[in-house]
């Protein structure tokens, strides 16, 4: 099955500071990468996906990038802001749908 | 509002009772999720519905049973349950299989 490693686990970044998170996968069959953002009290958010044939997606101050030779993905925020805090979780996806969770990374924004 | 709604958002239950959590979709999609978030743990796929049809069931024991009536609707029956039961229930719904999924705001179970 796929093996899907985050991290850090934890972030603490200074306001106005950028952030990265990284997703390493071991099914080489994904290719379907999203990020999704799961505020306290409320379920994960979809905030940006990525598709196997670019290696580059950005949403105005959140942005994703892939490497499919290396099986990794990552997150990044520019420009953090308070209310970016929250767990962010990686989910490589398969052809078939078949999707793995990362543990997630808890990020915390500091004024 | 996600267009995803659970209910209850909290529920108590004791070993040998018997409840159901309910999920409904008014996105118009064809696929339906039940995930278990513990803490300190990876969401964990449950169950999987495309077009009402169960096609995925991630060796989840025989306590927990799902029900989907149709393509909106989405239940989980529990039964004698355990205390390691308690947890985050989370449903999601999405257009293409396994893809852009929506999620609920969840139900905190409780098992006493």
């Known amino acids: 099955g796929e093996n899907v490693e985050q991290h850090p686990s934890t972030l603490s970044v200074q306001e106005g500071d950028s952030a990265v998170i990284k997703c390493t996968y071991s099914?080489?069959?994904?290719?379907?990468f999203p990020w999704y953002k799961q505020e306290l009290g409320k379920g994960p958010q979809l905030i940006i996906d990525i598709r196997s044939n670019v290696g580059e997606k950005k949403d105005q101050r959140i942005a994703v990038t892939l490497n499919k030779t290396a099986k990794h993905f990552s997150l990044h925020i520019t420009e953090t802001q308070p209310e970016d805090s929250a767990v962010y979780f990686c989910a490589p996806t398969d052809s078939w749908g078949k999707l793995q969770f990362g543990a997630g990374t808890q990020v915390v924004v500091t004024p | 509002e996600t267009g995803v709604t659970q209910t209850p958002r909290h529920l108590v239950m004791g070993m040998t009772n018997k409840k159901s959590l309910k999920c409904e979709q008014h996105l118009g999609h064809n696929a339906m999720y039940w995930y278990k978030q513990s803490a300190k743990k990876p969401l964990e796929l449950m169950f999987v519905y495309n077009f009402k049809e169960q096609t995925e069931n991630n060796s989840v024991p025989s306590r927990f049973s799902p029900e989907c009536p149709n393509s909106s609707h989405l239940f989980l029956h529990l039964h004698t349950l355990q205390p390691e039961d308690s947890a985050l229930y989370l449903c999601?719904?999405?257009?293409?299989?396994?893809?852009?999924?929506?999620f609920g705001a969840g139900t905190r179970l409780s098992v006493l």
């Open positions: 099914d080489s069959a994904s290719n379907y």
């Open positions: 999601a719904s999405s257009q293409e299989g396994g893809r852009g999924q929506y």
